[in-house]
């Protein structure tokens, strides 16, 4: 097998691939001063991910973080004369790349449907305009609420609280299809749906397992708490179906030594690699060879003292076979077993994970699987030990703590009653999934999305595009233009809004925002680039102002919130459990702690102890329709995971490299397992079609993609986020956390019928 692979992530190439891109935004000079200040104390989070800051050395930044960076700071702008040469038609046929490469969206536009092209309008005309098409609905829940994870603490505070006094609960969010399995699994195990460490945890274990997750591409930051750790000593065991070549070696680019001489350090002490979909499988193998090898390591007491179901549970772990969790794996038992040995003998022990986990139809009770065996163990709620879904993008888990969320907790609400002296909805709202189909039936009608690229993001790219484009309104406040603002067919805008690097300069003087990061610390934000144009409006004031114009009897001065965001964080004060005197808190460099009941040993849960989970291992990672239909199938079954390559930013593309997996210049690639393609007679480079198999009648084909022989576990692919997103059916989602399962999708591979030639951008 030929491979380009790199023998280890990080080191110089990180370096040179930082310097190209900020040499490629034509703001150089501010995107230096920019780096300079990311994530440091005074200056701004980084919107490259959601890992926590560390007060530790002069660089904050890693490579992706200054591709975020560069990408957002650019001086190339789109406004009017663009729109005027561009019809959205015209727009359609261009990539991804292509689209937000044009720059930073500068100026309000309204599509007209008529010229099929977007035209200027005023600000005040906007806003106007959504207030009408607001107050014109025959019911509130014809509107849907979406966010995406960028938005700040104060932004998304203010969204939420808009959408409740209109009315409703629809707030789907990027979440939906991201952490959403890791909230609900943990809230059900544990009584909170958040993490339980914080970074100098990391420095203390003795054990982290990291589980579908590929850090040296989407946390790099990461990168360097594992090496740090691995060097202490810590065994950190990679479980991933791909072996990520960052978690094999890593070179910090941080480190003279390691940049300038070929030095790197060894990160996994063991790597598992399980097929897609099996971590469940795997997680109950290594519980069930902790019992039976290593029983006197587990914690009798704690599972006594803090837990219920341990009983149940065990007997459910004994009655599941050796063979089923070796089938299903496709890992070899001697490394279960070595695995258990680590775990069973660590003093503390971490469990990570991200995307690899999440986005499959078992991902709830893989998580809760994985919370039995550190309960088990009594590895949570002490120094060193415990759980930590990594999150993606930068305020994620602060939009939630805002009150972004479909289901509000009743305390949430009664919280917002007693403050604002105003009844909340109190119905359920709907997710990502629920609000699609509400659009595409048109039983929706109106699609407010604060950031994010819900077309190119979601599943099933032609429902979503039709689902889009049945609105009768749309609004996207966004900083560059994407697929989600040419998926329109009736009335629209496209509002600019400031990026997390530019000066927020309002009537009380510079604004600076908080955000939430996966450990839960709290800390403020603040930008001073000057605004790419003076037409952008920052999200907060846009949200205010739309609020402002739509509430016509509203007892709350939204525009003084604008003028002055220490205001909004005076309401979140009053209204958010652990933000009392958060004006005061932020003032602190790297902010506050909100400190997790958990630690406490406070479990919040229906019967106030922790949960043990008792589950019969699943039989595939499908639903059992679906394998029945497979099985009848002649031809092979695949699964296929869709994942992000090292030039990506989820739906923003960088660049057509993914460094790390030896690809250069391509996206439209399937990473296949020489048995299997030698089984069908591919070569590499054969251009195949891929078809999905959903258990309707709908045909969900790709062609002109590219064959990469790869070391993946057999009967498995992989290939690109958001290329791939036509073979995920609405309806195939996670059991009860509604998330698409992009990492789970049976497909079927066949030569190409036209042989298509694939993509080659040069970047
Ligand atoms: N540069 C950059 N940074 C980012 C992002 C980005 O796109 N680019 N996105 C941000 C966001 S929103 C998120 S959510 C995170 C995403 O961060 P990740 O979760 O790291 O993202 P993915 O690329 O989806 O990678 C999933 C990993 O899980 C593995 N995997 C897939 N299926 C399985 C499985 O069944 N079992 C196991 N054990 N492993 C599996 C894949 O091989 C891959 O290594 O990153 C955030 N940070
Ligand atoms: N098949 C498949 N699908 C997936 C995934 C997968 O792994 N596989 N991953 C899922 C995950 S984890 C996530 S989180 C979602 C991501 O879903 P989203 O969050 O909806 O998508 P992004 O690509 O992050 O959004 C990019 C757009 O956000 C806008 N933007 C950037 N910065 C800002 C800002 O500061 N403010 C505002 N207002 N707008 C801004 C820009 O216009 C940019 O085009 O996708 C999901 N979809
Ligand atoms: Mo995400």
């Excluded at 700040?152 to 009315?167: H, K, M, P, T, V």
């Excluded at 309002?506 to 403020?524: K, L, R, W």
């Excluded at 299997?676 to 045909?699: P, R, Y």
């Amino acid at each position: 097998m030929k491979s380009n692979k790199p023998n280890k992530a990080g080191g110089m190439p990180s370096v040179t691939s930082t310097i190209k891109q900020v040499i490629r935004s034509q703001r150089a000079k501010e995107n230096i001063k920019n780096l300079l200040r990311v994530n440091k104390a005074g200056g701004f989070d980084c919107p490259g991910c959601a890992w926590g800051d560390s007060s530790e050395g002069m660089l904050h930044f890693c490579e992706n973080g200054a591709k975020a960076i560069a990408w957002e700071s650019t001086e190339r702008t789109v406004g009017e004369s663009f729109f005027a040469e561009y019809s959205v038609a015209r727009l359609r046929k261009q990539s991804d790349y292509w689209l937000e490469y044009q720059g930073r969206l500068s100026q309000p536009m309204r599509y007209n449907r008529h010229s099929d092209h977007y035209e200027p309008i005023s600000w005040d005309e906007a806003f106007e305009l959504i207030a009408n098409k607001l107050n014109a609905l025959s019911s509130v829940d014809q509107a849907e609420f979406y966010t995406s994870g960028r938005a700040s603490n104060e932004a998304s505070y203010l969204y939420q609280l808009f959408g409740r006094l209109f009315g409703t609960n629809n707030f789907p969010d990027c979440s939906n299809m991201c952490h959403e399995a890791s909230g609900i699994a943990l809230k059900k195990s544990i009584g909170v749906g958040k993490g339980t460490v914080v970074l100098d945890d990391f420095y203390e274990a003795s054990t982290i397992f990291v589980y579908g997750q590929n850090p040296g591409t989407n946390h790099p930051r990461m990168m360097n708490s594992l090496r740090k750790a691995a060097k202490n000593g810590c065994k950190i065991v990679s479980i991933n179906n791909l072996r990520e070549v960052a978690l094999e070696k890593f070179a910090s680019p941080q480190k003279p030594l390691e940049l300038l001489g070929n030095q790197s350090v060894d990160i996994s002490h063991l790597y598992l690699t399980p097929k897609l979909g099996s971590d469940i499988a795997l997680i109950r193998g290594l519980v069930k060879s902790i019992i039976e090898y290593h029983s006197e390591k587990i914690d009798n007491n704690f599972i006594m003292q803090q837990t219920q179901g341990f009983a149940d549970y065990q007997l459910m772990v004994m009655n599941t076979d050796w063979q089923d969790i070796v089938s299903q794996t496709g890992v070899d038992i001697d490394d279960i077993h070595k695995a258990a040995s680590v775990f069973a003998n660590s003093k503390n022990a971490i469990s990570t994970w991200a995307m690899g986990i999440t986005q499959h139809k078992h991902s709830v009770d893989t998580i809760r699987e994985l919370v039995n065996l550190h309960l088990m163990m009594g590895q949570i709620a002490r120094k060193g030990a415990g759980l930590c879904p990594v999150r993606g993008h930068s305020n994620v888990q602060g939009n939630r703590t805002m009150g972004i969320n479909e289901k509000p907790s009743a305390d949430f609400l009664a919280r917002l009653e007693n403050y604002f002296q105003t009844p909340m909805p109190q119905n359920s709202g709907h997710n990502v999934h629920a609000a699609l189909k509400a659009l595409h039936s048109k039983s929706s009608k109106v699609l407010i999305c604060l950031g994010g690229n819900i077309a190119a993001a979601a599943p099933d790219s032609e429902f979503t595009a039709r689902a889009l484009k049945n609105s009768e309104f749309s609004v996207q406040i966004s900083t560059k233009l994407n697929r989600s603002h040419l998926s329109v067919e009736n009335d629209a805008l496209i509002l600019p809004c400031l990026g997390r690097t530019e000066l927020d300069e309002q009537q009380a003087g510079p604004q600076q925002i908080t955000v939430e990061d996966t450990f839960s610390m709290v800390h403020a934000s603040a930008g001073n680039t000057p605004p790419v144009s003076k037409s952008c409006l920052s999200e907060t004031e846009i949200v205010a102002q739309i609020a402002n114009k739509t509430l016509t009897n509203s007892s709350i001065d939204w525009l003084a919130l604008k003028d002055d965001y220490s205001k909004i964080r005076e309401f979140i004060a009053y209204t958010i459990e652990g933000f009392e005197d958060f004006n005061q808190k932020i003032s602190v460099p790297f902010g506050f702690h909100l400190a997790s009941s958990v630690n406490s040993l406070k479990w919040n849960t229906d019967s106030q102890k922790a949960e043990f989970n008792t589950t019969v291992l699943p039989s595939s990672a499908f639903s059992t329709d679906l394998q029945l239909i497979s099985e009848a199938r002649k031809e092979k079954i695949f699964t296929l995971q869709t994942m992000r390559s090292h030039d990506q930013f989820n739906t923003t593309i960088y660049g057509m490299d993914d460094r790390y997996r030896g690809i250069k210049g391509e996206r439209k690639v399937i990473f296949m397992n020489p048995k299997d393609a030698q089984h069908l007679g591919f070569e590499e480079s054969e251009v195949v079609e891929i078809e999905s198999i959903w258990t309707d009648n709908i045909t969900r084909k790709l062609d002109g993609f590219c064959v990469r022989i790869y070391d993946i576990p057999s009967s498995n692919l992989a290939g690109y986020y958001p290329e791939l997103n036509p073979l995920i059916a609405i309806d195939s989602v996670g059991d009860q956390s509604f998330t698409p399962t992009s990492k789970s999708i049976a497909v079927i591979v066949r030569k190409s019928q036209q042989a298509q030639k694939i993509d080659v951008i040069t970047t």
